[in-house]
């Protein structure tokens, strides 16, 4: 048999031209805009926050003493944090979101250290309320 008709040797490292045509495995990314390109730490803020957020509720409700006074209420301290860090993990995964996701995280920890005074704020306001409308008979 002759050389011309025999197909060349292919090593373990040297890709062919067949090989190195095919597009690499993973998801085809097309950039349109700037901002659009993939952040590749794109879940630090939602992780930091989905961490940070139910601890910090947690050391504000132990050094006010709230797990005795009013146990109840203090799920909505780690539950509403949660739940607005939940859009920064299904936002699109580009730098342009990059910001909307630290917003987020910033805001559900900012939640869980608020969440006691906020619950005692409106308490005082329905309780002004009710009593400026005649509503509390003694």
Do not use: K
Request: charged content about 10%.
């Amino acid at each position: 048999m002759p050389n011309s008709t025999r197909r060349p040797a292919v090593t373990a490292g040297a890709p062919t031209a067949a090989a190195s045509a095919t597009p690499a495995a993973g998801p085809a990314v097309a950039v349109t805009a700037p901002g659009d390109e993939t952040d590749p730490r794109w879940w630090v803020a939602p992780l930091a926050a989905t961490v940070v957020a139910p601890l910090l509720s947690f050391l504000v409700a132990v050094r006010a003493d709230l797990f005795t006074a009013l146990p109840v209420f203090l799920i909505g301290g780690f539950v509403l944090p949660l739940a607005l860090v939940v859009p920064g993990w299904c936002l699109a995964r580009t730098r342009r979101r990059r910001q909307a996701r630290i917003n987020l995280a910033a805001l559900a920890c900012l939640l869980a250290v608020a969440y006691p005074a906020l619950i005692g704020g409106i308490g005082v306001a329905i309780f002004v309320v009710m009593l400026l409308t005649g509503n509390i008979h003694s």
